[in-house]
């Protein structure tokens, strides 16, 4: 699992018997028209093009996008190195996002999302946010594409003052990143153990949400719901979900080792897997063409 190397184009063209070695080809000259774009992998490419249904034009918006949205938003994708930041080794400390090494009857992959520690004033929106797609990211090179990934938000300890510390600007960002521009079959998001705090969530979130993600977004008060989509046997055993995986704080220790062990990897993207605006053909673009104005205002956070 700490293996340092990603994924080969090889194990990819065995996994997916759809992907032809053209459209890669296509993807790469449509690239070396793009000036502001940095280098991609072929194994980036597979990403782009699986996640798309192997649809090229559609793999180039997803490319557009990520890259852009990489580059500009900079609460998300800056100072994301896992020995060195302090407020991420904070972040590490206040929720736990695993990858959960059992699947679906469908094959989609899980990720699974809780705080450990419930004191609102530990959490900081958007450095949990930041761990998520460190951990997504992670993921994608490690192992590459998969039939749908699926993410589980247990809301246990959530509460009002939780709450009061979302950011409604950068619950807009996420929802657009994760809608426009990460390269998953996104299959499904679920909200278990929901209490009346989940109406406030939802209510930021709804604005930002196009239908099809409304369509898979599930809100479980119970278990006995989740069930019908997950095995509940692939979450960790101490957690209140009737898991039978490892222990939760075995599974965030490995989690995290694997962070530190790809440090220099996510170094490198940090400075070269970002846009190059002054190279972009026509007009460079900011983070307020993709958010409007309030997007380029930080949030100034109140305790």
């Known amino acids: 699992m700490s293996s340092t190397n990603g994924i080969s184009y090889e194990e990819e063209k065995k996994k997916n018997p759809e992907l032809k070695d053209s459209d890669i080809q296509i993807l790469k000259d449509w690239h070396a028209k793009q000036p502001h774009l940095p280098e991609i992998s072929d194994c980036e490419y597979v990403l782009f093009l699986q996640s798309n249904y ?3 034009e559609a793999a180039k918006n997803t490319i557009e996008e990520y ?3 990489r580059t ?4 998300f994708f800056s100072d994301r190195d896992p020995l060195g930041t302090k407020q991420l080794r904070e972040a590490f400390k206040v929720t736990s ?3 959960l090494s059992m699947r679906t009857k469908e094959q989609y992959k899980l990720v699974y999302v809780r705080l450990i520690d419930y004191e609102p004033s530990h959490f900081v929106h958007n450095d949990a946010i930041k761990y998520f797609l460190m951990v997504m990211d992670l993921w994608l090179y490690t192992e590459g594409t998969a039939p749908g990934h ?4 247990d809301m246990e300890g959530v509460t009002l003052p939780h709450a009061g510390r979302l950011n409604p600007i950068s619950i807009k960002k996420f929802l657009y990143y994760l809608q426009e521009a990460i390269p998953i079959r996104l299959k499904g998001m679920h909200f ?4 009346a705090v989940m109406d406030i969530i939802l209510a930021m979130m709804k604005p930002f949400m196009k239908k099809e993600l409304m369509d898979m977004l599930h809100i479980h008060t119970t278990k006995d719901t989740l069930a019908n989509f997950v095995p509940l046997e692939a979450f960790p055993c101490d957690v209140s979900l009737s898991g039978k995986s490892k222990p939760l704080k075995e599974q965030q220790e490995e989690q ?3 962070l530190e062990d790809h440090r220099q990897w ?4 940090e400075a070269t897997g970002r846009v190059n605006e002054s190279l972009r053909v026509g007009k460079s673009k900011t983070i307020m063409d993709l958010f409007g104005v309030e997007g380029s205002f930080k949030k100034l956070d109140i305790d």
């Open 72 to 75: 500009h938003i900079t609460e």
């Open 67 to 69: 890259y852009t949205s």
């Open 150 to 153: 699926v993410i589980v938000i």
């Open 192 to 195: 278990v153990h929901t209490n």
């Open 266 to 269: 996510f170094l490198k993207d």
């Open 97 to 99: 996002q695993i990858t």
């Open 54 to 56: 192997y649809g090229t």
């Open 256 to 258: 995290l080792k694997n």
